[in-house]
């Protein structure tokens, strides 16, 4: 007879999807607002995306414990920093500190899937995509979380960005505006939530420019 045992994970996978889409101004940041376990909707209304800075927005999906305890650790690490510096962070430096953050708990990881999105110090939209030990790059965009093998393959094919093995070095921003941004990250959400069950309910949209920090909601379908 086979011996059975209980096997224990200090890890779940609460599903979900995020994106962030950077352009010449401004940055799209979205998420959906369902949290899972296995076949069990926990939550139809909790937020994937905070706001480390004024011009820095990180959307998580994976394990929103790991996630949460990582939200608050970057809290307190920008608060240090505001104290030392008398100013808040800036994104690239929010990026970096992400990195760190995530690769100094690389042998037992943050169970979250990342992406940053926000302004740099020229004002231009920046996305920072991660791995789970704190592996990133910036970006024109891109997806993390339960959907993102749905949502990254139409992005590649509405926004495909250049080699970064061309010279001159091109930047990595989208050239669509704003509206058309926010219209786009609306089709993708609608197009993974048809195939993917733990991506649904609602979708939330950030989006971070000159004048500040707007967001607005939309319904997804809800089985």
Excluded at 128 to 154: K, N, W
Aim: hydrophobic share 35%; charged share 20%; net charge neutral.
């Amino acid at each position: 007879m086979t011996k059975q045992q209980a096997n224990w994970s200090p890890y779940d996978n609460n599903g979900g999807s995020c994106v962030a889409i950077a352009g010449a101004d401004y940055c799209v940041i979205a998420a959906d607002t369902r949290m899972s376990t296995g076949y069990n909707i926990l939550t139809r209304d909790y937020s994937k995306i905070t706001k480390l800075a004024d011009k820095c927005v990180m959307a998580s999906s994976g394990f929103q414990a790991d996630v949460k305890a990582l939200q608050k650790l970057l809290a307190a690490r920008h608060l240090i920093y505001q104290h030392q510096h008398n100013k808040q962070m800036g994104c690239p430096a929010m990026a970096q500190l992400l990195s760190n953050t995530l690769y100094y708990k690389r042998f037992f990881p943050y169970y979250s899937f990342n992406v940053l999105g926000g302004l740099d110090n020229e004002g231009k939209g920046c996305v920072y995509t991660y791995d789970a030990v704190g592996s990133y790059e910036r970006v024109g965009y891109s997806s993390q979380g339960s959907g993102s093998t749905l949502i990254m393959p139409f992005l590649d094919n509405q926004l495909k960005s250049p080699s970064p093995l061309l010279l001159p070095v091109q930047d990595a921003i989208t050239p669509l505006s704003e509206s058309e941004a926010v219209d786009l990250v609306k089709t993708v959400f609608a197009s993974a939530t048809e195939r993917d069950i733990y991506t649904g309910d609602k979708l939330e949209i950030v989006v971070l420019n000159a004048e500040g920090i707007q967001r607005e909601f939309m319904d997804l379908r809800k089985d």
